[in-house]
T-cell receptor, first 119, second 111 residues
Framework: GAVVSQHPSRVICKSGTSVKIECRSL??????MFWYRQFPKKSLMLMAT?????????EQGVEKDKFLINHASLTLSTLTVTSAHPEDSSFYIC???????????????FGQGTRLTVV | DAKTTQPNSMESNEEEPVHLPCNHS???????IHWYRQLPSQGPEYVIH???SNVNNRMASLAIAEDRKSSTLILHRATLRDAAVYYC????????????FGAGTRLTVKP
């Protein structure tokens, strides 16, 4: 089946630094990618929807200057957490959908997640 | 977005069938019913989806009520590897097809 690769799987960074997370669709083209964050024992919270070649659409309450999303190609989207703080520590997950069909009738593929720890 | 309601947790014995319910009373005619599951410390994975008719695949079966206001994910023989959080999600063809997760059902499988 289709594969979405997310990198890194785990990262520790110092407060005030920035961290970039990559999400790649390995064997299909993804017009749209989604970014989520998940706190322990909680469900996934949609942060933003990333469309290739255009600006991301952020959910209410998610700071676009804090969480920079770039979707420069049909196979790559990146999430950059800028000036990270300990409260940004979380599990970040990306999802991609094959652009080849009606998305409501198509499965979505998820990356393996990135555990970010800000110290 | 149409909302789904699932029990917070369920338990099953290994090698027995499991029926995971989902209520979606405000579903619209064009919403697909999707199920995903998330194993610990991993991203979610697709299980099954359907519109009106019951669906079967190698992982599970999806039984959809005639009025589509509820559905049931059926694992025919639960294994320890099936212990996960199971999410029932409605996906509309409009609204940029985003996927919003509810709380899901945490399935525990006992040996």
């Amino acid at each position: 089946g289709a594969v979405v690769s997310q990198h890194p799987s785990r990262v520790i960074c110092k407060s005030g630094t920035s961290v970039k997370i990559e999400c790649r669709s390995l064997d299909f083209q993804a017009t749209t990618m989604f970014w989520y964050r998940q706190f322990p024992k909680k469900s996934l919270m949609l942060m933003a929807t990333s469309n290739e070649g255009s600006k991301a659409t952020y959910e209410q309450g998610v700071e676009k200057d804090k969480f920079l999303i770039n979707h420069a190609s049909l196979t790559l989207s990146t999430l950059t957490v800028t000036s990270a703080h300990p409260e940004d520590s979380s599990f970040y997950i990306c999802s991609a959908q094959d652009a080849g069909g009606p998305t409501s009738n198509t499965e979505a593929f998820f990356g393996q997640g990135t555990r970010l720890t800000v110290v | 977005d149409a909302k789904t309601t699932q029990p917070n947790s369920m338990e099953s014995n290994e090698e027995e069938p499991v029926h995971l319910p989902c209520n979606h009373s405000t579903i619209s005619g064009t919403d697909y019913i999707h199920w995903y599951r998330q194993l610990p410390s991993q991203g979610p994975e697709y299980v099954i989806h359907g519109l009106t008719s019951n669906v079967n695949n190698r992982m599970a079966s999806l039984a959809i009520a005639e009025d589509r206001k509820s559905s049931t994910l059926i694992l025919h023989r639960a294994t320890l590897r099936d212990a996960a959080v199971y999410y029932c999600i409605l996906r509309a063809w409009y609204n940029n097809n985003d996927m919003r997760f509810g709380a899901g059902t945490r399935l525990t499988v006992k040996p």
